[in-house]
């Protein structure tokens, strides 16, 4: 039962302090075997008490702390602020997912993720029927990609870039509505900007069209598309330009070079800083938002981070992969 924005972010507060701290993290890369990494997590009570009797099962706690952080976090969202934006990406992944399943042999299904606005054994269900009527984006998607499997196997990329698109299109608009946070706003329009920029790049990089962008390209970002058809005229020349148009203006000599890794880095440490900045503001939907990013974003660095360490990736370039904590 939600109780209201004050009460949500009470409870966000009391618990933000248990997310891991840079302190907390650099012990854990300190490690020498991936035993005395995974004993950091137990220690600190992630997944709910969770301990594997293998250490290389790590993934159990990561997932036990991701399930445990949807259900509180389902009880006190507030509504109408457009919250469910970040739920339903989970939605549109387990599309993916089931669908590659369809069509080729293998573990597809295998990566389903929890935590989505729609049961999974309903996803399925709606999807093996012709009209899915999941929502008008993923029917949408659901018949490009019917309609290009009539001519063939279609391609894992295809079957991505039908439901990005999709899923783009559903968020811009879901946040329309007048109620929806302006972090919120803010975050998916730097977020399909930075999506943009690095698919520019990327497509640069290859000797692709723009035809071959515009397939890839999201909506609902500040960079129209026809901005981009005219930066391929220019090339490479043109990424500093087009990134100096969003706030991730000082990385725009870094992609410019190529550096589309790092971006990315720099990109999801902008977008938790969004909701950071007014994590003290108890009338704002920023704390609860602000927090359930930290925890996905805790959880994805603690995930590179042992997996790293398990391979014995040098602790040098472990940090380098490595986001911005939130505390």
Excluded at 107 to 135: S, Y
């Amino acid at each position: 039962m939600k109780e209201g924005l004050i009460f949500a972010n009470a409870a966000v507060k009391a618990r933000e302090e248990n997310l891991f701290s840079g302190d907390r993290l650099s012990r854990m890369l300190e490690a020498d075997a991936l035993q005395d990494a995974v004993k950091i997590l137990i220690e600190a009570g992630y997944g709910g008490g969770t301990v594997p009797e293998d250490p290389n099962d790590f993934e159990s706690i990561l997932s036990a702390e991701a399930a445990i952080t949807e259900k509180f976090i389902d009880g006190i969202a507030p509504e109408g602020a457009g919250f469910e934006c970040f739920r339903l990406q989970a939605d549109y992944h387990n599309m993916k997912a089931l669908v590659k399943a369809r069509y080729a042999s293998g573990g597809e299904e295998g990566a389903l993720r929890a935590g989505g606005l729609i049961d999974i054994d309903l996803l399925r269900d709606k999807l093996e029927r012709e009209n899915p009527d999941i929502n008008p984006y993923a029917d949408e998607a659901v018949a490009e990609i019917a309609k290009a499997a009539a001519d063939g196997r279609p391609s894992p990329r295809k079957v991505d870039t039908a439901f990005d698109r999709a899923m783009f299109k559903d968020i811009a608009a879901r946040l329309r509505s007048r109620s929806a946070s302006e972090e919120l706003k803010e975050y998916f329009r730097v977020y399909a900007d930075c999506l943009n920029l690095a698919s520019f790049v990327r497509t640069l990089g290859i000797g692709g069209n723009f035809a071959f962008f515009e397939d890839v390209f999201m909506e609902g970002g500040s960079i129209p598309a026809e901005d981009f058809e005219k930066a391929f005229q220019e090339g490479v020349s043109a990424v500093a330009a087009l990134v100096k148009r969003t706030p991730l203006a000082p990385y725009a000599d870094a992609l410019a070079s190529g550096d589309v890794a790092g971006f990315e880095v720099a990109r999801d440490d902008y977008l938790l800083g969004i909701f950071r900045k007014n994590k003290a503001e108890m009338f704002s939907v920023a704390p609860v938002m602000g927090y359930y990013l930290a925890k996905q974003n805790e959880i994805k660095v603690l995930r590179i981070a042992l997996v790293c360490i398990k391979n014995g990736v040098d602790k040098q370039e472990i940090r380098k992969k490595l986001r911005e904590l939130y505390a």
